[in-house]
């Protein structure tokens, strides 16, 4: 249970992202607000891998989830990068990558919750 409100978390932080960048170019608290939503992102991203590693040793969980926690923060730590040196070549197109990897990640764990009800059943 911990593991899907971390992923709805990252996903949600990671939706509000984009908006706070069209913020960004259109108004003057764009960049603080974008700002925000990057702090935002990172913690959601931390929480989701803190969270697989307490799902996985003490919760018996599986270690697979840990490694795509692992990767999605070390993706977090290069588009943080990216944005701090302006480089939107690479920042626009891997947070959009980044969303969509969130959002299934986010569908395959609430399917295997569904899968998990329905064979105990």
Do not use: C, E
Request: hydrophobic share 60%.
């Amino acid at each position: 249970m911990f593991l899907r409100v971390a992923i709805a978390l990252q996903t949600l932080a990671l939706f509000a992202a984009p908006i706070t960048a069209g913020l960004l170019l259109s108004s003057p608290d764009g960049r603080a607000l974008h700002s925000v939503s990057a702090y935002g992102v990172f913690a959601a991203a931390l929480l989701h891998l803190v969270t697989a590693i307490l799902v996985w040793r003490p919760g018996g969980g599986s270690p697979r989830a840990i490694l795509y926690a692992a990767g999605f923060f070390g993706l977090t730590l290069a588009q943080i990068a990216l944005g701090i040196a302006h480089v939107k070549t690479v920042h626009v197109p891997l947070g959009a990558l980044m969303f969509g990897m969130s959002v299934l990640q986010l569908s395959r764990v609430w399917a295997g919750r569904r899968t998990h009800v329905a064979a105990a059943a």
